[in-house]
């Protein structure tokens, strides 16, 4: 049953069809075929409960934050500073495309809007200076996946929801992994430019005077970071909270840079809008399919499928791993987080191991999932903002490495889970 669910669930995505409708279709037959249809008659009542869960509201009020931090130009200033202090190693601006993407990560909480954000600001650069582009445009897609694992992180949020965890212990647990896998991607970038040195394209001319000047230009956006994560660790604000502080901060920022208008607000709360019905109306389909699959018993099914095969801890969650790369390729990241982890959570919590460490390294895998074809969200996001128009094998291409430096991560905390829980067990343990 289970397998013919994913299969179901793989070739709907395939044939293009919104992930919310996929969702919904599969709830409803499933429904109708093995429930004669009663459980359709509590959809009202079951999405109205879930829907006004507290916890959702940090959703909308991290992406409006985003959406202030990129209409008050605050994204494009910080860019221009990164670039002063790290375009001198080798890879020049592609460094500063990770830099920024973790500096932005670390205020808005959102894969897509991070890569959106620092590669409009980014890719014209790379034209510019003759950059070997899959590598540059790599960079830029893989930056942009720090948006959910740097706290804070819509993913985390929704992971700490469906499977009861502690946000304020996730946000913690991401940071450390969130830097290292920063460093990692630097890590890429410097061999592969030592090996091939044509790929650095142009050297940025700086001074020191110069990267002293554009200093002002970073303290905005980790103020922000201090504010909305201070806010949570001080105990003055649930993440729920943290989060519509920082919106408000953000909006004292954008009236000091005097870019705060009527037309830029109307700009900023339309682009949330849209993006949060959008990740609404997923969730919600989500949620109440995980509620039919539950009372079908499919997730107790699994579970004993598994026991059954006799394999140690590290062998399951190995099968975990490779289970989450390949569905990462044909579902989107935050419909696989919704519909998998209520199923894979119980046995992963069975085999002993911690939710909060769990939590980090299906985020990793998410982050994967977000750079490997054909669904790739950040590759399209990422293609969508070039100007030349090139073709979509050279950001899919560019972006391999990175996925590869991802896989020494899993790695990583797979043999050093205090990577992740170093800092949990230090504040709350």
Excluded at 61 to 66: A, E, Q, R, V
Excluded at 197 to 204: A, H, I, L, Q, S
Aim: contains cysteine; proline residues 5%; charged residues 10%.
């Amino acid at each position: 049953m289970a397998g013919l669910i994913v299969l179901i669930l793989l070739v709907l995505v395939v044939a293009s069809i919104p992930v919310a409708a996929v969702l919904g279709i599969l709830t409803f037959t499933l429904d109708d075929l093995y429930m004669a249809g009663r459980l359709k008659g509590a959809i009202g009542e079951f999405v109205w409960d879930k829907s006004k869960d507290f916890v959702l509201v940090a959703i909308p009020m991290f992406i409006l934050l985003g959406e202030i931090m990129l209409r008050a130009g605050i994204a494009q200033r910080m860019y221009n500073a990164v670039v002063q202090w790290l375009s001198w190693l080798p890879g020049g601006l592609m460094h500063a495309n990770i830099g920024s993407c973790a500096i932005f990560a670390a205020s808005s909480g959102s894969s897509v809007a991070t890569a959106a954000t620092v590669g409009t600001v980014a890719v014209p650069e790379m034209e510019k200076r003759s950059y070997n582009q899959r590598l540059f445009l790599g960079s830029l897609a893989a930056g942009g996946t720090l948006g959910i694992l740097i706290p804070p992180s819509i993913n985390l949020i929704i992971y700490g929801l469906i499977t009861d965890t502690s946000v304020p212990e996730l946000y913690l647990a991401g940071i450390f992994p969130g830097l290292l896998l920063a460093g990692l991607f630097m890590l890429v970038i410097v061999i592969s430019c030592l090996i091939w040195r044509g790929w650095d394209g142009v050297k940025t001319e700086t001074s020191w005077a110069e990267r002293i000047r554009t200093l002002p230009d970073l303290v905005p956006p980790i103020l922000l970071f201090g504010v909305v994560v201070g806010s949570i660790y001080a105990g003055i604000a649930t993440p729920t909270e943290a989060a519509s502080v920082g919106v408000v901060f953000a909006l004292i920022l954008a009236a000091w840079r005097r870019m705060l208008s009527v037309q830029m607000l109307k700009e900023a709360f339309e682009g949330t809008m849209r993006t949060t019905a959008m990740i609404m109306i997923i969730i919600m389909a989500a949620v109440f399919l995980n509620f039919v699959l539950g009372f079908m018993g499919v997730t107790q099914d699994i579970l004993d499928a598994i026991e059954s095969l006799g394999l140690t801890a590290t062998e399951t969650m190995i099968i975990i791993i490779v289970f989450y790369l390949i569905l990462g390729m044909f579902m989107e990241t935050l419909s696989m987080l919704l519909t998998t982890v209520p199923i894979v959570f119980p046995i992963v919590q069975g085999l002993g191991y911690d939710p909060v460490w769990f939590g980090i390294l299906v985020t990793v895998l998410m982050e994967a999932a977000l750079i490997t074809p054909p669904i790739g969200v950040n590759l399209y996001v990422v293609q969508g903002v070039r100007t030349n128009g090139g073709p979509f094998n050279d950001v899919a291409y560019g972006a391999i490495p990175f996925v590869l430096m991802m896989l020494v991560l899993l790695t990583l905390l797979m043999v050093f889970p205090q990577i992740a829980l170093y800092l949990p067990e230090l504040v709350y343990r």
